[in-house]
């Protein structure tokens, strides 16, 4: 399929600045895949939208506070480093911004002259660097200095504010490594897990930390030749076990985000969910079979993303632009902080 097939006209106005003012304040479309029909919500009706039975999975990954403010010691520019996950020995891969002049040697202060001492070890064939903390560790580092790593299409992400520490990050987080927030999860409350709860519906969680390569657009024309880079993934044997229950009994498995979606179906072997600690890769297009994942929860995504491309591949391509088109006329938010979709 043609990129082109997945682009579609978004007013800057409806890219949403700041999250609502509750989690579950936000609005929620139902997509019905069988009726082609679309229903207007708030969000904090998902647990009446459900089914008792439900198999509802979130993935719990923590984003770490990944972007950090530096000087060039050499040359006093300032930089930008945003630190991606651990390499070895305390060194991690990292993208730094502008970084053509980053290269082995160079050497970094985290805000400016006296501060933290960091030094570009390597450059990656994909233009990452390896980067080490001459006087420390980088995770003190980013404990101390690190800030929300907010997408560009947030005006303030090179300055984000105290209430995106806690925004940018679900309720139910815990293991760190995500320099990406799984966006479908925002909208959850300690309240709204407990109504899921009564409603009879399960809630399981699983572990994708996201990388910044799920987010960015597409850049070759078919999109059936994109490549997504792996993430790590872990599926304990418990949540394994409940998905394939909920399979077994004909209940549904509900994934909450794309990044649940991914896992989920990478980790599908023959007829069953297998419990997994590694790397999925696993790029998700058009002609696609779904082995695990019943319903989606998701927020609205870029135009030319494999997140949108996936989507596309659960519900149609014609049915997705359909929905987007009714949600900027109906003044839906979009994208991180924005409203939700339930595509079942």
Not at 35 to 55: K, Q, V
Not at 86 to 115: D, K
Not at 155 to 179: C, I, K, L, M, N
Not at 294 to 323: C, M, Q, W, Y
Request: proline share 8%; glycine share 10%.
């Amino acid at each position: 399929m043609d990129l082109a097939e997945f682009d579609y006209e978004l007013p800057p106005s409806a890219i949403a600045q700041r999250p609502a003012p509750s989690r579950d304040g936000s609005r929620l479309l139902l997509i019905d895949r069988a009726r082609g029909a679309l229903e207007d919500h708030a969000f904090a009706a998902l647990p009446d939208l459900l089914r008792p039975g439900d198999c509802l999975v979130v993935n719990d990954s923590r984003v770490i506070p990944a972007r950090v403010l530096a000087r060039d010691v050499a040359s006093g520019r300032d930089v930008e480093v945003l630190f991606l996950e651990p390499e070895q020995a305390g060194r991690w891969w990292t993208l730094v911004r502008p970084g053509r002049r980053a290269c082995p040697g160079t050497e970094l202060a985290v805000g400016g002259a006296g501060g933290p001492r960091l030094r570009v070890a390597a450059v990656g064939s994909d233009g990452r660097r390896v980067v080490e903390r001459l006087d420390g560790t980088i995770p003190e580092l980013l404990d101390a200095r690190g800030m929300p790593p907010l997408p560009p299409y947030i005006a303030r992400h090179a300055a984000p504010s105290p209430e995106d520490r806690e925004r940018y990050q679900t309720v139910y987080a815990e293991p760190p490594g995500s320099v990406a927030a799984p966006t479908a999860g925002l909208h959850f409350t300690q309240r709204l897990l407990d109504r899921l709860g009564a409603r009879g519906v399960e809630v399981h969680a699983l572990t994708l930390h996201v990388g910044v390569a799920t987010f960015r657009p597409i850049r070759t024309r078919r999109v059936e030749a994109h490549v997504l880079p792996p993430e790590r993934v872990s599926i304990p044997p418990a949540v394994a076990g409940a998905v394939n229950a909920a399979r077994a009994e004909g209940r549904r498995v509900v994934a909450v985000g794309t990044t649940t979606t991914r896992a989920l179906e990478a980790a599908a072997g023959a007829g069953s969910v297998e419990p997994c600690q590694g790397a999925a890769d696993l790029y998700i297009y058009p002609g696609y079979r779904f082995r695990v994942v019943d319903a989606l929860l998701t927020n609205f995504h870029l135009p030319r993303t494999s997140l949108l491309v996936l989507v596309s591949a659960f519900a149609g391509r014609e049915l997705i632009l359909k929905a987007y088109r009714h949600a900027v006329g109906a003044g839906y938010r979009f994208y991180s902080y924005g409203d939700a979709t339930l595509i079942q």
